[in-house]
């Protein structure tokens, strides 16, 4: 297909800002308590600081070490789909990582104080002496096991990974199933979005279906902020995703709202940060902006990241914070309400057949 072949169907499918069309009224009120509904189509430019600073260096290490890494399966962001891991798979493997030393740690403390107790017991004094022995011993104990804990904990997880050795191939296989169910993934050429269920289901519908939010989590030492996804019509809500991390800065969210929304609509060049950088030339919108404004191909790959944080970094940082994002404008909430919900479906099924029937996937 010729590069205005493949932005044609870019364009026949894909998402855009300044087409949006008629949508239904949604099944519930938008406004939502202690969660900021997000606007749509109205792009500051800006992608999210922290996130690109910590990206590059995952960039530049994989492009060193490994450059075709960029083309294979294990690399989940590309030109077609930004791939995450939602719900129980991404909660699971977080989990995991912490379940053997939680575990070690329940043993000799719990375990190992027990016995320091009984002991402690057995030692011939008068009752009110031996209440002290007793009390003493268990702090004692506390102490210790905190030493055996640091001294102990490299052997363990060493020897945990020595007995699983001739289970790789299982627990291989294991992992890549969980995986595969907790895929989630922006599609760009499609313009849809799919969020991994319970039970091996997706739910997949298009991108302007789904209601943005800045979600204010509270935890210890203070109020962080998360971005969120609700869908519309079914009242779905999708907060655990490996895309959308517990920030403290809302500024941070909020450039990442923006920032995904310009890579899922195809009338808009890939975002310029550097997970995206080794696809640029492969999405024909962006390979024209970048001819027009003299992008370099190796930006991000050949940055001084300390450098630029010292000079055009910091720039991009006091735009981010003291851009007015409460300012910008909706472009999707205009079009709800404008169809039925039986006539969006059937509009929706008649597109779907002819993207397939034109051989767009």
Not at 21 to 45: C, F
Not at 127 to 132: G, Q, S
Not at 139 to 148: K, L, P
Not at 206 to 219: G, I, K, L, S
Request: proline fraction near 5%.
């Amino acid at each position: 297909m010729s590069e205005n072949g493949q932005k044609d169907s870019h364009e026949k499918r894909g998402f855009r800002a300044d087409k949006i069309r008629y949508l239904p009224e949604s099944a519930k009120s938008r406004d939502r308590l202690g969660e900021d509904l997000q606007p749509v189509g109205d792009y500051a430019g800006i992608n999210p600081y922290y996130r690109v600073c910590e990206d590059l260096e995952v960039v530049q290490h994989q492009y060193q070490n490994d450059p075709n890494g960029f083309s294979s399966g294990d690399w989940w962001w590309d030109q077609r789909q930004i791939r995450f891991l939602n719900g129980k798979a991404f909660i699971g493997l977080s989990a995991l990582l912490l379940l053997i030393p939680y575990v070690w740690g329940g043993v000799v403390l719990v375990g190992g104080g027990i016995l320091a107790l009984y002991f402690a017991d057995l030692v011939d004094i008068p009752k009110v002496l031996k209440f002290f022995w007793i009390l003493f011993a268990g702090f004692a104990w506390i102490g210790v096991s905190f030493c055996i804990l640091i001294k102990t904990m490299p052997w363990v997880m060493g020897g945990f990974a020595l007995l699983l050795r001739p289970f790789d191939k299982l627990l291989g296989k294991l992992l890549d199933r969980s995986l595969e169910s907790g895929e989630s993934a922006f599609n760009r050429e499609t313009g849809e979005v799919s969020f991994a269920l319970s039970g091996n289901k997706k739910l997949t519908a298009p991108f302007e279906e789904f209601d943005a939010y800045v979600e204010r989590v509270v935890q210890h030492g203070g109020i962080f902020y998360r971005l969120m996804f609700v869908h519309r019509y079914t009242g779905k809500q999708f907060s655990q995703t490996s895309i959308s991390r517990i920030e403290p800065a809302r500024e941070e969210v909020m450039a990442l709202w923006d920032m995904l929304q310009r890579y899922m609509d195809v009338s808009q060049p890939l975002p310029d940060v550097p997970r995206l950088e080794p696809f640029r030339h492969l999405d024909p919108v962006t390979v024209e902006h970048d001819q027009r404004t003299g992008r370099d191909s190796r930006f991000w790959r050949d940055l001084d990241l300390e450098s630029w944080k010292q000079g055009e970094g910091a720039e991009w940082l006091k735009r981010q914070v003291e851009y007015p994002w409460n300012k910008c404008t909706c472009r999707l909430t205009p079009q709800i309400g404008k169809i039925s919900m039986d006539a969006y479906r059937e509009k929706m099924a008649s597109v779907k057949m002819g993207s397939d029937e034109n051989g767009v996937r």
